[in-house]
């Protein structure tokens, strides 16, 4: 059975970071990209960060270039989301999927994220 799980969100505030990892079971991370997505309220799912299988390539929304770091440790089937100077507008519920060819069938049930004073 597949399984993706996040975890390390909680609050913060704003200017603070936080560390997401997103921990895969019954999926070799080896042959899959990984993606970083979330959704805040009342608001639809959207892309943050992407990886490739090999950790070669990383593509990153225009609202976290600069802030955000994905990456991955194949070794523990682990990908990470380094997120720094956290903004209030980053609240949401972060999801990691796995997938192939920009298509992510695995999906993990989410962590929230909320950035406030």
């Known amino acids: 059975q597949v399984q993706l799980v996040e975890s390390g969100g909680g609050l913060v505030q704003p200017g603070g970071s936080l560390r997401l990892s997103c921990v895969a079971s019954?999926?070799?991370?080896?042959?899959?990209?990984i993606g970083w997505f979330r959704q805040a309220a009342g608001k639809e799912r959207e892309f943050v960060a992407r990886i490739t299988f090999s950790g070669g390539s990383t593509d990153y929304a225009d609202s976290a270039k600069g802030r955000f770091t994905i990456s991955r440790d194949n070794a523990k089937n682990t990908v990470y989301l380094q997120m720094n100077s956290l903004k209030p507008e980053d609240t949401a519920v972060y999801y990691c999927?796995?997938?192939?060819?920009?298509?992510?069938?695995?999906w993990g049930q989410g962590t929230q994220v909320t950035v406030s004073s």
């Open positions: 019954g999926l070799d991370l080896d042959y899959y990209a």
């Open positions: 999927a796995a997938g192939v060819g920009g298509s992510y069938p695995y």
